[in-house]
């Protein structure tokens, strides 16, 4: 049997990737994967699908944030996740970057805003999926947890930054025509399933593109 093509959902620990992937299942009821309490639920890179899924999904292990980090575990997840990137860019037809907004003014302060020489990790991140040419979609996830001004600080933040990096990102909800070179930013939350059709749709019309 031929592999289907593969969806790819990377983001720090926490963020809810595995709460993500339940929300794409066929039958979220038979999905066994953990959602956790605890930042590192999701251990193992393994193909999750159901039988009338058209695509399978890799729900990565998060990296970078754990309440008790260990420093040899983090970077051993760093870099099965590199090393899969590497092997198997070719496989997926789209990529979610996750991203909680309740940690994305910490990460711009620290590492961009307070110091000009390093550089956010979730930018890094999408600066190396895009060296691989693996088409992105940001998600913005637990909107729930923020109020509307708050969220439209954050994320005008979030995108103004991103720009003196060099990236283009743009909301979707904005309907703009997008260009070669734009990254598609979409507002979600898995808690109250905001977004979902949208998100549903995007990975439909990734998937249609491929074929
Ligand atoms: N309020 C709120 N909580 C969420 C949302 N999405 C996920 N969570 C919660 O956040 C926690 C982590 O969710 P997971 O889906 O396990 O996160 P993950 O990214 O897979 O985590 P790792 O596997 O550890 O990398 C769980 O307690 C979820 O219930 C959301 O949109 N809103
Ligand atoms: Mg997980």
Do not use: W
Request: no cysteine; glycine share 4%; proline share 5%.
């Amino acid at each position: 049997m031929k592999e289907k093509p593969s969806l790819l959902i990377i983001g720090n620990s926490n963020v809810g990737k595995t709460s993500i992937t339940r929300l794409l299942m066929a039958n979220p009821r038979k999905f066994k994967g953990k959602s956790g309490k605890k930042p590192g639920s999701t251990l193992l890179i393994k193909p999750i699908s159901q039988s009338s899924m058209l695509y399978q999904i890799i729900d990565l292990p998060g990296f970078g944030y754990m309440k008790h980090p260990s420093h040899r575990r983090q970077e051993h997840i760093k870099k099965q996740i590199v090393l899969h990137i590497e092997k198997h860019h070719k496989d997926y037809f789209f990529g979610l970057v996750v991203i909680n907004i309740l940690r994305i003014e910490d990460e711009l302060q620290k590492y961009f805003i307070q110091n000009k020489k390093t550089i956010p990790l979730s930018f890094e991140l999408i600066n190396f999926l895009k060296e691989f040419k693996i088409p992105l979609l940001i998600v913005i996830n637990k909107i729930d947890k923020v109020s509307n001004i708050d969220k439209d600080r954050i994320i005008s933040l979030f995108l103004n930054s991103a720009e003196k990096f060099g990236l283009n990102i743009v909301r979707i909800e904005k309907n703009n025509p997008e260009k070669l070179n734009d990254i598609p930013l979409v507002e979600f939350s898995a808690l109250k399933k905001m977004n979902l059709g949208k998100l549903k749709e995007t990975i439909s019309k990734f998937l249609k593109n491929k074929n």
